[in-house]
């Protein structure tokens, strides 16, 4: 699934809409960074292009009855990050635009979402360390956000995603490693834990996208692109423990490298996805544009022997 602007760095993030129902319908938003958002098909087909300059990462939560809503990271004024929200019509693969709010001092990098008893909360992650926890509305007469609390780390941040059964945000420090952030914390400054650390072998810089596939209360699989070596992490849920390290490569579509966002969904997808989806961005696809592979899950769980742990 190649973006519109060749001969740069421009493919970044990707967000699966799982169809229940008619799988083969299901949607991917993915961003050009440089120009926009594209709605995919599972074809590889552009269902959409919605011209929005530079928008970073994008995200979606589906509220059911068709109620899908989409935002995506707009970094067009590198001093204030703002949030572009969409709705998505599923059945038209469409984009619809409801507003843009405010979202942090600073340029806009990451976002993720979470729904917290009915309340749509957002995570607007900076450049430069911060993350911004906003709750957004969304009426009849438009968006509006209100800044809940911040978080706070040291260097430059991006890929977050929230496991809402334990509440705890995840965030990716490119140089550092991954920390978690316990929303229920009655301290707004509650102190982050490193969960898993840049250490050059399992885990190499630069920590980009984060993805969490949720099994049951508390298990499943938790996926970071480690970028520095063209290779993607599997850690286990809850403890966070290292259960393989994996690379794509080869195939008529060519392998992946210098990957920035990730995203993974359960379920069944159709012949070859029968246990999941990831979708994968690929920063080096020379000469052809950037673009986003699709990967079987399956597939990834056999080539790490995980399939015997009793997690599938």
């Excluded at 993720?112 to 009426?139: E, I, N, P, Y």
């Amino acid at each position: 699934m190649p973006v519109g602007t060749a001969a740069d760095d421009a493919a970044d993030d990707p967000a699966i809409w799982f169809n229940r129902r008619t799988p083969s319908a299901s949607l991917i938003v993915a961003t050009d960074k440089k120009a926009g958002l594209y709605v995919y098909g599972l074809d590889g087909q552009v269902r959409q292009f919605v011209p929005a300059g530079r928008v970073n990462n994008v995200d979606l939560i589906d509220q059911g009855r068709h109620d899908v809503v989409v935002v995506a990271s707009d970094r067009n004024d590198p001093m204030q990050a703002r949030l572009r929200i969409y709705r998505l019509d599923t059945r038209l693969g469409q984009l619809q635009e409801l507003g843009v709010v405010d979202a942090g001092q600073g340029e806009a990098y990451g976002i993720c979402l979470w729904q917290d008893k009915g309340r749509l909360q957002a995570f607007s992650v900076l450049k430069h360390g911060v993350t911004v926890q906003l709750q957004l509305r969304l009426t009849r007469n438009g968006v509006s956000a209100t800044q809940v609390r911040q978080f706070t780390l040291a260097t430059q941040t991006e890929g977050c995603v929230v496991d809402a059964r334990t509440a705890t945000l995840y965030v990716g420090e490119e140089d550092r490693g991954i920390w978690a952030f316990k929303l229920n914390a009655a301290n707004d400054a509650a102190a982050p834990t490193l969960v898993a650390a840049t250490d050059g072998s399992t885990l190499v810089a630069d920590v980009e996208g984060l993805a969490l596939a949720p099994l049951g209360r508390r298990q499943g699989w938790l996926v970071a692109s480690s970028q520095g070596d063209n290779a993607y992490v599997v850690y286990r849920l809850p403890d966070m423990t290292a259960a393989g390290r994996f690379r794509i490569s080869g195939g008529s579509l060519g392998g992946t490298e210098e990957t920035d966002g990730i995203e993974l969904k359960l379920g069944n997808f159709g012949p070859g996805f029968e246990q999941g989806l990831l979708v994968i961005q690929d920063g080096d696809n020379a000469p052809a544009a950037q673009n986003f592979k699709l990967v079987s899950w399956g597939d990834v769980l056999r080539a790490l022997n995980l399939e015997s742990t009793g997690i599938k």
